[in-house]
Structure formats: structure tokens, C-alpha cells
């Protein structure tokens, strides 16, 4: 059984199954359980807004003169350029999965502030048909799965996002035969479902050109530990040795380790020690448990390797020994970081000074 995808006119994508289908949706147009025969998106314009879009796109697959019943979807993306098409089978399971992306409105659940205003335009769409009968549970289960694929799916992609605030999705099956009964992530359907996802959101969002890539400063940011804070740990152990006054020293410091978020070498080294502090925290450093990595033991000494070796990358030997120094000292919001990030910036903060007194 093949789908089909194509574009009737120049805002509208058309997607049609191979025989009438049962479905679950969150659709603007024929949600809940249903049975259609296919999906309609229409695109509309970025600042678009309607108290009821389910008439303009009921308009629309009038216009179309559709035979038989579609959902309806929207989005402000180019549909053209997003809409992303993957195919997958195993065992004699097929499943066709199609997405749109527009990640503008890209939020983490539960942030969106309560009767305020709407963010601005952006949606992720998710089409998904299995070739083979779902009951009720599966069908509902096939939307837990496609919901953790595409929050993965983002999460590699660098959002601190689950989603969108207006997402969609609809599952959609044959109705007849032998049903599956189950859908999620370690079934062989939802694995299936799962990688199509993954790998076809992934691809939209690139064609979109919104994949996001985080520097070192965004990704401390996150865990809490701004530009501004390290700037303050920085000047707590400051020795002046000129006429550079301490104003002075911040505003140098503030632009030398913006210069070396770009860095990529140095991006790396944080990234992994971020990473190995994740790990760590969650009891996944093989022969550490999460106790004993909270108390830093002495005989880890993958925290102080790279903090060398961050230091060293900066200013050479004086940054390794100046990083040394806040390690042993940890002012300010060093004091209040794991096992990895304390030594992670300490050596940023040890080595940009280190390099400040050596330039000034």
C-alpha cells in the first residue's frame, strides 16, 4: 500500500491513502477517532489568525472538489520546501510517514503562559499510516510514539523543546482484517513509526533552515551558569598588575569568551565534560554511583583532564596554572557546580584571565 503526496494547487499539499482509513487526530479539520481518506495542509500566511480555521479549510477541499474525506491541517512553513516524506518496512509492516515543520513556536511543555497571548507561527506536523489494522489502544499508542520520536528528534537537533504549542498529529490504518494491538516504542510498528519520525522531522527542520546548533555559552547558559557569572568568578580572584581597572578587565573578559564560543575545539571539550556530568548525575559512569559522583571523588580525574586541557587550549601553561587556582578557590557560581562544570569553568575563567594579563 503507497501513499500519495502532491501539491493541487500552490498553498495546498495533498495526502492520500490507498484505501479509506480508520484514524486518530488532533487535526483542525475531522478530529478525534475517524475514518478519512486522506489529509489535507493548507498553507497560510505567517501572521495568520482565525476563530475558525476548520471553514477555511473546509473551503478549501471544496475548492479542490475533493472525492471523500480529509482531514485538515495548517502551517505558515513553505510547504514545498518542509514537507518531508519517509518510507519504512520490516516483517511485512510498511509505514509512510509525512512532516511539516515550522519550529518559531518551538516551547517546553507547560511554559506557555496561561490565557496570555499566542507565540508566533509554527507547527509541527505529523502524518503517519500503517499499512496494517491498529485497534483503538494501538492507534492511541502510535501517537505516545510519535510524540518521544519527535521530542528526541529535537532534542538532537539542539531545542530545549518538546514541541510546539500547535502540533498535530494523525495516525491513520486500514479498517479490516487482523488488527495490531499494540503500537509503542518496542513494538515492531512503532519502531518503525519511531524512525520515521525521527529521520523525517530531522530533515524538514534542515530544509527549513531552523536547525539550531548551541555554543558553549548557550549550553551553560541552560544548566544555569551565565556569561555574567563566570565574569563575577573571574574578578573575585583578580590581582590588578596595571592600570586596567576592574570595569575594564570584565568588558575584555565578556568579549574574549564570546570570540571563543565560536571556537570549535573548545566547543567540543565543553560539550563533552556537559555531557560527562549528565551521565554522571544520572548514575551512568559505569562503576560510579550517582553518591559518590556528587561527592567529586579524588580518583576522578576526567574532570581535571579536561579542565587542563581547556586551559591549556586558551593560554597555555599560565592558563593551566591560573585554572588550578579557581579550581582550589572556586569563587562565586563555581562553588555551586558538579563534579565536570566546576572544572569547566574554572579553566574558562583561569585561562581568558590568564590571557587577558598576558595581552594587557
Do not use: W
Amino acid at each position: 500500500m503507497r501513499v500519495n503526496v502532491s501539491f493541487p494547487d500552490g498553498n495546498c499539499a495533498l495526502i492520500t491513502f490507498p484505501v479509506r482509513c480508520r484514524a486518530i487526530s488532533s487535526a483542525v479539520l475531522e478530529p478525534g477517532i475517524t475514518e478519512i481518506d486522506g489529509v489535507l495542509i493548507l498553507q497560510v500566511p505567517i501572521d495568520y489568525s482565525s476563530d475558525a480555521p476548520e471553514e477555511d479549510l473546509t473551503r478549501a477541499v471544496e475548492k479542490l472538489k475533493l472525492n471523500g474525506k480529509f482531514a485538515g491541517l495548517m502551517t505558515a512553513a513553505n510547504l514545498r520546501k518542509v514537507l518531508t516524506v519517509k518510507h519504512l518496512s520490516s516483517d511485512g509492516i510498511g509505514v509512510t510517514v509525512i512532516v511539516t515543520a515550522g519550529t518559531s513556536n518551538a516551547l517546553v511543555a507547560g511554559d506557555a503562559p496561561v490565557g496570555g497571548r499566542l507565540r508566533p507561527a509554527g507547527t509541527i506536523n505529523v502524518v503517519a499510516f500503517v499499512d496494517k489494522p491498529l485497534t483503538d489502544e494501538g492507534l492511541v499508542g502510535a501517537v505516545i510514539t510519535v510524540t518521544e520520536a519527535k521530542c528526541i528528534a529535537l532534542r538532537n537537533l539542539g531545542f530545549d523543546a518538546g514541541g510546539t504549542s500547535s502540533d498535530a498529529v494523525v495516525i491513520a490504518c486500514p479498517n479490516g482484517g487482523e488488527k495490531l494491538r499494540y503500537a509503542g516504542p518496542a513494538t515492531k510498528v512503532g519502531a518503525l513509526i519511531s524512525r520515521a519520525v525521527r529521520d523525517a522531522l530531522t530533515e524538514s527542520i534542515f530544509k527549513a533552515g531552523e536547525a539550531k546548533s548551541k555554543n558553549f555559552l548557550d549550553k551553560l547558559r541552560e544548566r544555569g551558569v551565565s556569561l555574567e557569572d563566570m565574569a563575577r568568578a573571574a574578578l573575585a580572584l583578580h590581582v590588578p598588575h596595571s592600570e586596567t581597572g576592574s570595569e575594564e578587565v570584565e568588558r575584555l573578559f565578556i568579549e574574549e569568551m564570546n570570540k571563543l564560543a565560536g571556537d570549535v575545539n573548545l566547543n567540543a571539550l565543553v560539550s563533552s565534560a556537559i555531557h560527562l556530568e549528565d551521565l554522571g548525575s544520572s548514575g551512568k559512569i559505569h562503576g560510579l554511583s550517582v553518591e559518590e559522583f556528587r561527592r567529586d571523588p579524588v580518583h576522578i580525574l576526567a574532570d581535571e583532564i579536561i579542565g587542563m586541557a581547556i586551559a591549556d587550549y586558551i593560554a597555555g601553561t599560565r592558563g593551566v596554572f591560573n585554572y588550578v587556582r579557581y579550581d582550589r578557590k572556586k569563587p562565586g557560581i563555581i562553588s555551586s557546580l558538579g563534579p565536570f562544570l566546576d572544572d569547566v569553568v574554572a579553566s574558562l575563567v583561569g585561562g581568558v584571565m590568564s590571557k587577558i594579563y598576558s595581552e594587557g
